[in-house]
C-alpha cells in the first residue's frame, strides 16, 4: 500500500533551523517533491529530488536515502512567513504517467 | 501573472447540483490533473490527462466526475450531482516532464450546502 508519514506539527523560534522528516512506502518512486502550503492556498513547489543525496536551494534544502525511503526538508534562518503547512509528495509512475501521493503535511509554528 | 489559474474562487452550491470548475493553463503543457484537498486533510490525486485524454483515474473519481479540455485551453473538471463530501477545495495542475514539476493553479474552494 502507500503510506507517506510526516510529523504533525513542529515549532521553531525565528532565525533558527528546523528539519522535518518524511518517511515513505509506496507501489512505485520516480521522485519525491517538497511543497509549502498556506492556509487557504495552493501548494507551492520547494524541491525536487530523485537521486540519493542533498539538494540546496538558498535557505531550503533536501535530502533523500531511496532504500530507506526517507526524506527530509532543512529550513535554515527561520523567518515569521515560514509558519505554513509542508508537504512531502511521492511522485508515482502510472499506466498512463503519473501522479503525486501526498503526505498530510506538517504545520511549522515559527515564533519570536 | 499566474501560469495557471481557476476560476471561480468560491462556488457554494446545493446539494444535488451540477458544478463546472474552470482551469487555464498559459502554455502549451500537456500534462494536467486535478487534485482536491477536504479541510484538514492531505492532498489527494483525482485524475490525470494526456493529449485530450485520461489518463489516470483514482477511486475517488467515480462516475459523477468528468474532465474536458472543451476548446483546446481551458480544462474542466465537472461534477454531476453533488454530494456534501465532495466540498473541499480542488487544485489544477500542470506539469513539464523533463523538469518533473507540478505547478499547482490557486485552486477553487466549493462548498456544497
Known amino acids: 500500500g502507500q503510506n507517506i508519514d510526516q510529523p504533525t506539527e513542529m515549532t521553531a523560534t525565528e532565525g533558527a533551523i528546523v528539519q522535518i522528516n518524511c518517511t515513505y512506502q509506496?507501489?512505485?518512486?520516480?521522485?519525491l517533491f517538497w511543497y509549502q502550503q498556506h492556509a487557504g492556498e495552493a501548494p507551492t513547489f520547494l524541491s525536487y529530488?530523485?537521486?540519493?543525496g542533498l539538494e540546496e536551494k538558498g535557505r531550503f534544502s533536501s535530502f533523500l536515502s531511496r532504500s530507506k525511503g526517507y526524506s527530509y526538508l532543512l529550513l535554515k534562518e527561520l523567518q515569521m512567513k515560514d509558519s505554513a503547512s509542508y508537504l512531502c509528495?511521492?511522485?508515482?509512475?502510472?499506466?498512463?504517467?503519473?501522479?503525486?501521493?501526498f503526505g498530510t503535511g506538517t504545520q511549522l509554528k515559527v515564533e519570536l | 501573472e499566474p501560469e495557471v489559474t481557476q476560476t471561480p474562487s468560491h462556488q457554494v452550491t446545493q446539494m444535488g447540483q451540477e458544478v463546472i470548475l474552470r482551469c487555464v493553463p498559459i502554455?502549451?503543457?500537456?500534462?494536467f490533473y486535478w487534485y482536491r484537498q477536504i479541510l484538514g486533510q492531505k492532498v489527494e490525486f483525482l485524475v490525470s490527462?494526456?493529449?485530450?485524454?485520461?489518463?489516470?483515474k483514482s477511486e475517488i473519481f467515480d462516475d459523477q466526475f468528468s474532465v474536458e479540455r472543451p476548446d483546446g485551453s481551458n480544462f474542466t473538471l465537472k461534477i454531476r450531482s453533488t454530494k456534501l463530501e465532495d466540498s473541499a477545495m480542488y487544485f489544477c495542475?500542470?506539469?513539464?516532464?523533463?523538469?518533473?514539476?507540478?505547478?499547482f493553479g490557486s485552486g477553487t474552494r466549493l462548498t456544497v450546502v
Open positions: 529530488n530523485v537521486l540519493d
Open positions: 495542475a500542470k506539469s513539464v516532464e523533463e523538469y518533473y514539476g507540478y505547478t
Open positions: 509506496t507501489s512505485g518512486f520516480n521522485g
Open positions: 490527462f494526456y493529449n485530450n485524454e485520461i489518463s489516470e
Open positions: 502554455s502549451n503543457h500537456l500534462y
Open positions: 509528495a511521492v511522485r508515482e509512475p502510472t499506466g498512463g504517467g503519473n501522479k503525486l501521493t
